[in-house]
């Protein structure tokens, strides 16, 4: 899309620079809200989200913390009961878990065991996945162990449009907010096919987002994609490869993008599988207790007498993210054609 096509009132825009733009909406109409983290301040992130925020508000909204994710965690927490509206970086999904007991026992309860007398609104962002060669501390996917949290909110976006919405509607929301970003689609959607030539969000139509404010609800799925033989429920990265996998395989199939994983959107899926009477689930994880286990049973519980195959699952394998073999680990468009020619079958 080029720059004359873009709708009035948006500019073409990366998911780097959606959610350096959400950050700097939020930063603008607010004093309470503060961005830190490992290199967020003059260095601007390792990926350049935050590049240029601390010049334009300071080094007392925009800064640098030490190489401590607890201590990061625990500092925001501490700045969330006081009344700011931190977004904490942890510079790899990979390096949260140090900060997982505060995430967990801290901010997560803080609202119960107060008896609503505090809060705790707060972001954790933090680039998730593979694609990149990172190996196997550079490339996991937790959003399982902490959709399982009760109290704190799970996202992932797609794409640059929703990335910008909903990490407002993360700083805005008195909830806590693990802000999953897929780092293999900062520059670009991706397919699965590593083979092909990268597509960068400025080729794309999905890059026009509003240069001000606006949110997406945190609690409400997309339709990707309509269909009717069959629904593909994924989020991430695996939007774009379940995309691919249905045209290229010419199969009516519907995509729905989870955004928000927990809370999940129960009447988007459950209104698709029933229409299509067959599922299949797909994301980046580890198959064993991902995330994927739950939509399965879900779907199972909800749409029993509707379907008519077993619900499939399409998965990274229950291994540490390999770096020689990625592309044997991701599941990419052959992987998930597979799985729905035998939805199919049955």
């Keep these: 899309m080029s720059q004359t096509d873009l709708p009035t009132g948006t500019a073409p825009m990366t998911m780097i620079q959606s959610l350096r733009s959400a950050m700097d909406v939020m930063l603008g109409r607010s004093d309470?809200?503060?961005?830190?983290?490992?290199?967020?301040?003059?260095?601007?992130?390792?990926?350049?989200?935050?590049?240029?925020?601390?010049?334009?508000?300071?080094?007392?909204?925009?800064?640098?913390?030490?190489?401590?994710?607890?201590?990061?965690?625990?500092?925001?927490?501490?700045?969330?009961?006081?009344?700011?509206?931190?977004?904490?970086?942890?510079?790899f999904a990979d390096y949260i878990y140090p900060a997982y007991d505060q995430i967990a026992s801290e901010a997560a309860r803080l609202r119960y065991r107060s008896r609503g007398m505090f809060t705790a609104p707060l972001v954790f962002?933090?680039?998730?996945?593979?694609?990149?060669?990172?190996?196997?501390?550079?490339?996991?996917?937790?959003?399982?162990?902490?959709?399982?949290?009760?109290?704190?909110?799970?996202?992932?976006?797609?794409?640059?449009?929703?990335?910008?919405?909903l990490l407002i509607s993360s700083i805005e929301n008195d909830d806590p907010v693990i802000f999953l970003e897929p780092k293999r689609l900062y520059n670009g959607p991706f397919d699965g096919h590593h083979d092909r030539p990268v597509v960068s969000w400025g080729k794309h139509p999905g890059n026009a987002v509003p240069e001000g404010y606006y949110n997406v609800p945190l609690d409400k799925a997309a339709v990707a994609r309509e269909g009717g033989q069959l629904t593909i429920?994924?989020?991430?990265?695996?939007?774009?490869?379940?995309?691919?996998?249905?045209?290229e395989?010419?199969?009516?199939?519907?995509?729905?993008?989870?955004?928000?994983?927990?809370?999940?959107?129960?009447?988007?899926?459950?209104?698709?599988?029933?229409?299509?009477?067959?599922?299949?689930?797909?994301?980046?994880?580890?198959?064993?207790?991902?995330?994927?286990?739950?939509?399965?049973?879900?779907?199972?519980?909800?749409?029993?007498?509707?379907?008519?195959?077993?619900?499939e699952r399409v998965t990274g394998w229950d291994t540490p993210y390999p770096h020689a073999q990625e592309w044997d680990y991701f599941p990419g468009p052959a992987r998930v054609i597979d799985a729905m020619r035998r939805v199919l079958e049955d």
Aim: net charge negative; aromatic share 10%; proline share 4%.
């Design 125 to 165: 962002r933090t680039p998730c996945g593979g694609g990149i060669y990172g190996g196997q501390t550079h490339s996991q996917s937790p959003e399982a162990i902490f959709a399982h949290v009760c109290g704190v909110r799970t996202v992932m976006p797609s794409n640059p449009y929703d990335a910008k919405g």
């Design 32 to 91: 309470d809200v503060v961005v830190f983290g490992q290199d967020v301040g003059y260095f601007g992130g390792v990926f350049r989200c935050t590049d240029g925020l601390q010049a334009k508000y300071g080094k007392h909204r925009v800064f640098d913390a030490p190489i401590s994710e607890t201590g990061i965690a625990g500092a925001a927490i501490g700045m969330a009961a006081y009344g700011l509206r931190p977004v904490a970086e942890i510079q």
């Design 249 to 311: 395989a010419g199969i009516d199939a519907e995509v729905i993008d989870l955004r928000s994983l927990w809370p999940l959107d129960y009447d988007t899926i459950m209104d698709s599988v029933k229409k299509t009477r067959r599922c299949i689930v797909l994301h980046e994880a580890t198959r064993t207790c991902g995330f994927g286990a739950e939509l399965v049973a879900l779907v199972q519980e909800h749409c029993f007498y509707h379907l008519e195959a077993p619900v």
């Design 233 to 247: 429920v994924t989020y991430g990265t695996t939007v774009w490869v379940a995309l691919a996998a249905a045209e």
